[in-house]
């Protein structure tokens, strides 16, 4: 994808693109302002909490007809007034509105205006329908489950998926890799799961020998030091060199690569924001087998077992050794939360994993009187708890081991309809506290968050500008390609600084919309913006293209542009009215064809 940026002179009006045949769309009425009443009113301050919930049956089936009266919501304890329960099935229209009709367009060519748009027309609703991502952490798991991963989605399109899903593909490598943009299309999809390389450059990763090999590596290496006594074996000095003088010292410095950073953390934290620029309920399905939450954490565990805590100082491990993981962990929460985004993670490992290495466990803990701390349980605990967590913090569900991993997903996707979103109000201004829902109906289950959430969608006014191109004919039927251009001034986007500059990444999202409703066509795309050390301060009068397109037939559409940022920042959002005619588009809708010139 090739990302263009040039400089736009001071004009009034919007400029054209003349040499590629591109028109400008534009707003040319203004807002009118409302009176404002000036007489006395009482105040009211809500404090209204959201979170999502979700209802299943004792087999894991979705419940779809759960009624408020069955529903109970308790804070820290406390029952509160439910405000209102909202079920993702039957709420079948896109739950941010209709888009506001925006005033009449006007369309511009290089010889001026040509036409005006009729009087604006009110356009129902976007249909809601149900979008998934399937996420494979290839970054987080073993070689051998991959291909079972990649065989369980499969076998999910050909036989579950319904004809008006979007689903999408990801894999997480050191960044979000998306194999496949939102499409009802199965083919593609198939062929897309067929082809998506989930071994290349992504070494295998077993956290259980993980973590025999750093209790091998501490035995071998700095078992001399937990003694008691100050001796280096030979082999220390040579991993270590001269530097460590004691055990603290070599047993971080052993550890230090087995501690990984949030990196896959915040790669989740990225896709979610990219997400936040479509409209409505996504849901993620997350292959993984654990992502650590805490390392250092799990690494002073396995010093715990060698030696206790009667030689290692533990009050210095930390400093060297802890991450901050409990700050990216809340962000992607809430950016989930923000985004409409609900995980379903799928922890592909058994509860045999739990298990330890009793070979190295009776060379070092008895020896050294360690306190029975079993690492390799630890780690499955704190892998696993990252991902139940997610789930539950999002209102989704975690599933664990693979007996029937096909089934598993099925579940999990199906559970998208019964997802409910609840709000309540609270009489505690402060901070959410613990949650708790209820059922009043017997035999039903509900994953609930831990605390509801308090909305915080960032957004900003970025001025959206849009393009469109003649439309060329695609071959089928009487559909055409239209060109698309959404555009934006580099000076209103989040450039922050990173490796080589500064720079963001962006979700752009195009929607066409016919006026009962129902979507013609939409496209969601990802980019990466990049302005070298020193070009970002000076970027004012330069505008961020990107250019995608989308195949509609003649007649009148609604099309919503929408930017968002990396951490869920709406930056800008557009809705424009236009008439696809043969070989042309006019602004507004409007019946006639216009004249040849």
């Not at 049956?57 to 919501?73: N, S």
């Not at 490992?349 to 390799?376: C, F, H, K, M």
């Amino acid at each position: 994808m090739t990302v263009r940026t040039w400089r736009r002179r001071p004009t009034v009006g919007v400029l054209m693109l003349v040499c590629t045949g591109w028109f400008s769309v534009s707003t040319s009425a203004e807002e009118q302002s409302r009176p404002v009443d000036s007489s006395l009113q009482e105040k009211v301050e809500v404090n209204l909490v959201e979170a999502k919930i979700t209802v299943t049956d004792r087999k894991g089936r979705p419940v779809t007809d759960l009624r408020p009266e069955e529903v109970r919501v308790y804070e820290r304890g406390r029952q509160q007034r439910l405000a209102f329960l909202e079920s993702w099935k039957e709420n079948r229209r896109d739950p941010s509105g209709a888009s506001p009709a925006p005033p009449p367009a006007s369309l511009y060519t290089p010889e001026g205006r040509v036409s005006t748009g009729a009087q604006t027309v009110v356009v129902a609703p976007a249909t809601a329908m149900r979008r998934v991502v399937m996420v494979f952490d290839v970054r987080n798991s073993k070689l051998r489950v991959r291909e079972e991963w990649r065989q369980a989605a499969l076998r999910w399109v050909r036989e579950s998926m319904k004809d008006d899903d979007r689903v999408a593909l990801v894999a997480l490598r050191s960044y979000p890799d998306w194999a496949a943009w939102f499409t009802a299309d199965k083919s593609s999809l198939l062929a897309s799961l067929d082809g998506l390389d989930l071994f290349h450059d992504v070494p295998n990763r077993d956290r259980r020998e993980e973590m025999s090999a750093l209790m091998t590596d501490l035995g071998a290496i700095c078992v001399d030091l937990g003694g008691g006594g100050r001796r280096r074996s030979a082999q220390s000095k040579m991993a270590l060199g001269p530097d460590p003088t004691d055990e603290t010292s070599c047993a971080t410095t052993v550890s230090r690569p087995y501690v990984e950073s949030e990196e896959s953390i915040q790669n989740l934290r990225q896709l979610t924001g990219q997400l936040s620029a479509v409209p409505g309920r996504k849901a993620i399905v997350l292959f993984s087998e654990g992502i650590v939450s805490d390392a250092g954490n799990v690494a002073v565990n396995a010093m715990l077992s060698i030696w206790g805590n009667r030689v290692i100082n533990f009050r210095n491990i930390p400093t060297f050794l802890e991450r901050d993981v409990l700050r990216p962990i809340g962000e992607l929460h809430q950016a989930a939360v923000s985004s409409d985004v609900v995980f379903f993670t799928m922890d592909t490992r058994t509860g045999a994993e739990r298990g330890y290495s009793a070979d190295i466990a009776e060379q070092v803990s008895p020896a050294t009187g360690g306190l029975g701390v079993n690492p390799w349980h630890e780690m499955f605990e704190s892998t696993h708890g990252t991902l139940s967590a997610l789930a539950n913090a999002t209102g989704g569900r975690a599933f664990l081991g693979k007996s029937d991993l096909p089934k598993d997903v099925a579940l999990a996707t199906d559970s998208y309809y019964g997802i409910y979103h609840l709000g309540y109000y609270r009489e505690d201004p402060g901070e959410p506290g613990k949650l708790k829902v209820k059922i009043g109906r017997p035999g039903l289950e509900v994953a609930t968050p831990s605390r509801a959430e308090t909305r915080r969608r960032n957004s900003r006014s970025s001025p959206l500008e849009l393009a469109l191109g003649r439309p060329v004919p695609t071959g089928a039927g009487d559909t055409q390609e239209v060109p698309i251009a959404v555009m934006t001034p580099m000076e209103a986007l989040p450039l922050r600084r990173g490796a080589g500059g500064h720079g963001c990444q962006l979700g752009i999202f195009l929607q066409a919309q016919r006026p009962d409703g129902s979507v013609a066509a939409e496209r969601f795309q990802t980019a990466i913006v990049v302005a070298e050390d020193g070009t970002h301060a000076g970027s004012a009068g330069e505008y961020y293209e990107h250019r995608t397109s989308l195949d509609l037939a003649p007649g009148p559409y609604r099309v919503r542009a929408r930017l968002s940022d990396e951490l869920s920042e709406i930056l800008g959002e557009r809705t424009i009215d236009l008439t696809v005619f043969p070989g042309t588009v006019q602004g507004g809708f409007v019946e006639d064809e216009p004249a040849e010139p």
